[in-house]
């Protein structure tokens, strides 16, 4: 019930096109949904972020969908760029505690050619 | 703009040797994350530390594994005895305490531990 399941595991775009990363979870404690990017060799850095009271949020070229009924939520990248080929990592994270734990999806490598 | 630190960058250890993994978390931030990454895998929570004690803690971290806070700047992770499948990429993170603000993780760099 821990688990939030990404795809797909890879994505080749076209220069100008839209990316599409999906992601899906079980437990309904979740109230934070993060989205990381990662290019080799450097830590996950944060993209954006969306709590399940909107459905919506957006940043730039970078939108988070968020569907709470069906427990999904995905990222859109608009005018994707070579600059955007990376790995993208959704997760999620509950109150619990003090600090919080992010629980990671599986990873999305995204190939944008030029 | 402020950012977390690792050392080393990485390192190379035989079977059974003790391990210590250095982080200098953001700081005004108060609570810190370790998590790793094996190779082409997802990142996987390890611990989480608060107010100088552990907060939360997965199955992965085991008593092979320990933090510790040994002065204001920074957090550290040890490992006892490593074994091969200790080989991967260790993060630290960090976060404000700040309302809304606790939830953002700020990861450092990582070390890749290879474990011969």
């Known amino acids: 019930q821990q688990q939030v399941k990404q795809s797909p595991q890879s994505l080749i775009v076209q220069k100008g096109g839209i990316s599409i990363i999906n992601c899906a979870y079980e437990n309904t404690a979740f109230d934070y949904f993060p989205w990381y990017q990662q290019f080799p060799g450097k830590g996950p850095a944060l993209l954006i972020a969306i709590r399940p009271d909107v459905s919506e949020k957006k940043e730039g070229r970078f939108t988070i969908s968020f569907n709470k009924s069906a427990k999904q939520f995905s990222l859109h990248i608009m005018d994707s760029q070579p600059g955007d080929s990376a790995t993208y990592f959704c997760a999620a994270s509950k109150s619990s505690g003090s600090a919080r734990q992010l629980t990671f999806g599986s990873g999305t490598q995204l190939t944008v050619l030029p | 703009e402020p950012e977390v630190t690792q050392t080393p960058s990485h390192q190379v250890t035989q079977m059974g040797q003790e391990v210590i993994l250095r982080c200098v978390p953001i700081?005004?931030?108060?609570?810190f994350y370790w998590y790793r990454q094996i190779l082409g895998q997802k990142v996987e929570f390890l611990v989480s530390f608060y107010n100088n004690e552990i907060s939360e803690k997965s199955e992965i971290f085991d008593d092979q594994f320990s933090v510790e806070r040994p002065d204001g700047s920074n957090f550290t992770l040890k490992i006892r005895s490593t074994k091969l499948e200790d080989s991967a990429m260790y993060f630290c993170?960090?976060?404000?305490?700040?309302?809304?603000?606790?939830?953002?993780?700020?990861f450092g760099p990582g070390t890749r531990l290879l474990v011969l």
């Open positions: 993170a960090s976060s404000d305490r700040q309302a809304g603000m606790k939830e953002t993780q700020y």
């Open positions: 700081s005004n931030h108060l609570y």
